[in-house]
């Protein structure tokens, strides 16, 4: 009979950025110099329209201070509410550059809303990998196995690397809930659907969240809890909460959000695998703001 493994422990160190409520994270093998990097932020002051390489900075100091070697910077979704550092790490630290597949059908989406016209390629390809369910990748001696999780967005993944689970915004922590589903594509059925594939992992799998608003009456911000807790104590998921009441749930609570502050430059520069749209003639770069269409 095969033996059953124990499953790899990842080294996991977290960055913050309180601007946003994103959280970073640099996975690392243990047994080895290998990391990959998952979900970075590009600082972007859009009053002054103007971007800054602060938060990817202290990345790019921990990765070289630990002699960590980056073999991938993995995207979990296109964000709508941070702008991606992945061009700016790669370019520092090397790695290749992934996420779903299902970057094309928002491209589709977004190139349309923002009528990018036919110079803008809506074939992933500004990516170096695209992942669909059932993948896998390798960070050094550890397999990264790929989940699509969609209903947050369409191309949204979980990173299931040994114990640890990277869920981008379909889950927050127990106290907070799960992720709106009311941008074009999404769904809250599939998102429970996907949820309930996470909850399948074993109790003991380590959750690392996307985002942490701090509930009321939590005193700290925090990213990391279990698939066991958000069982017990998600408070839209847990306790079983039926399909259809978790749906009614989720779609009164989202017809009350308003659009994230950073949505317009996010999702253009995002879905260009952070890189910023062509210049124009004189070199500047511009961004577009479509008027009544998200």
């Known amino acids: 009979m095969p033996i059953d493994l124990p499953a790899a422990k990842p080294v996991v160190t977290a960055f913050f950025d309180t601007a946003t409520n994103t959280v970073s994270y ?12 998952i979900d970075s932020v590009l600082d972007f002051d859009h009053a002054a329209g103007r971007t800054d390489t602060a938060s990817a900075d202290k990345i790019v100091a921990f990765v070289q201070d630990q002699k960590l070697q980056t ?19 790669q370019e520092r630290l090397g790695g ?8 094309t059908t928002v ?4 190139g349309k809303v923002f009528n990018e016209g036919t110079a803008f390629q809506r074939d992933g390809s500004q990516f170096d990998a695209l992942w669909s369910d059932g993948d896998s990748l390798h960070i050094g001696q550890m397999r990264c196995d790929v989940m699509h999780t ?14 640890a689970a ?3 915004d379909t889950l927050f922590m127990p106290d907070f809930g799960t992720a709106r589903c009311d941008f074009p594509g999404g769904s809250a059925d599939d998102l ?30 925090a990213w990391e ?24 749930l989720r779609e009164t609570r989202d017809a009350t959000l308003g659009m994230p502050k950073l949505i317009v430059p996010s999702l253009q520069i995002n879905m260009r695998a952070g890189h910023m749209p062509e210049p124009e003639a004189d070199g500047t770069v511009m961004l577009k703001l479509p008027i009544n269409k998200l």
């Open 107 to 110: 491209q589709d989406t977004f």
């Open 192 to 221: 429970y659907a996907s949820i309930q594939r996470i909850l399948a992992l074993p109790d003991e799998t380590r959750i690392f969240v996307g985002h942490d608003y701090k509930a009321p009456g939590r005193e700290d911000f």
């Open 26 to 37: 640099v996975v690392q093998d243990p047994e080895g110099s290998a990391c990959a990097i």
């Open 71 to 89: 073999q991938w910077i993995l995207e979990s979704h296109v964000h709508a509410d941070h702008l991606s550092a992945a061009p700016y790490l």
């Open 96 to 103: 290749k550059i992934g996420i779903g597949a299902g970057i």
């Open 225 to 248: 809890t279990t698939v066991a807790a958000q069982k017990a104590a998600n408070v839209h998921i847990g306790g079983g909460t039926p399909q259809a009441e978790f749906v009614t």
């Open 166 to 168: 990277f869920v981008g």
């Open 150 to 163: 969609p209903g947050h967005t369409p191309a949204c993944l979980t990173y299931v690397i040994g114990n």
